[in-house]
């Protein structure tokens, strides 16, 4: 089971990029590495997901380095509504649901 | 635009009453899944059903009490229930049964604020 490390809070201003980074350095061959977003008393909502190098959509980016070790989720110029937990899940779709770390997120805070 | 809802969105009850949440999905998904949510705790997957079929149960107490009648509802059984089963509970589908971490996306309701007093 990759467990997996982020820091527990985050700031930055409006229109910054934010950048979180993940550690998960136990990661399995078959692992992928998936973000949630999560608001206040609603359910996680999936950003992106990437297995190795850069993964782009309309909402972030996702870099993962060469012994994807750690990842990165990018957040284009960040706007209020963006305030919100971050999650970083990395496992094998594969393996039985309880395998599953789903950890303590960053939250991150936009101030205008 | 979530295609899965959850009623009710919040609910109070006492330790010795019997209520039930109901989870229905629009989406056309297959697997269904139960998560309670605590306060600064991290997400805990509790039941996974596949096809109507329970495939998980995450050695969730039995005062916890599951029901898929199909593959586009879901409901969660609550009785006898103690003040630290206060949470967030969740209800999320996908096409196909997988972790969250598998390349098929979950999609969540928006929850049931439950506080058992």
């Known amino acids: 089971l990759a467990k997996t490390t982020q820091p527990i809070s985050m700031d930055s201003y409006e229109g910054q990029e934010v950048n979180i980074t993940c550690s998960h350095n136990?990661?399995?061959?078959?692992?992928?590495i998936t973000w949630y977003q999560q608001f206040p008393s609603q359910g996680p909502r999936f950003i992106i997901q990437g297995y190795k190098t850069k993964v782009t959509n309309e909402v972030a980016s996702l870099f993962i380095p060469a012994d994807r070790k750690s990842s990165t989720l990018s957040l284009p110029r960040v706007s209020l509504s963006d305030t919100a937990v971050y999650y970083c899940l990395v496992g094998d779709i594969g393996t039985g649901a309880n395998n599953l770390f789903f950890g303590t997120g960053t939250r991150l805070t936009v101030i205008p | 635009e979530t295609g899965v809802t959850q009623t009710p969105r919040h609910l109070v009850m006492g330790m010795t009453n019997k209520k039930s949440l109901k989870c229905e999905q629009h989406l056309g998904h297959n697997a269904m899944y139960w998560y309670k949510q605590s306060a600064k705790k991290p997400l805990e997957l509790m039941f996974v059903?596949?096809?109507?079929?329970?495939?998980e149960n995450n050695s969730v107490p039995s005062r916890f009490s599951p029901e898929c009648p199909n593959s586009s509802h879901l409901f969660l059984h609550l009785h006898t229930l103690q003040p630290e089963d206060s949470a967030l509970y969740l209800c999320a589908s996908s096409q196909e049964i997988q972790t969250l971490a598998g390349t098929d996306t979950q999609y969540f309701g928006p929850g049931t604020r439950l506080t058992v007093l």
């Open positions: 059903y596949n096809f109507k079929e329970q495939t």
């Open positions: 136990n990661i399995a061959t078959n692992d992928y």
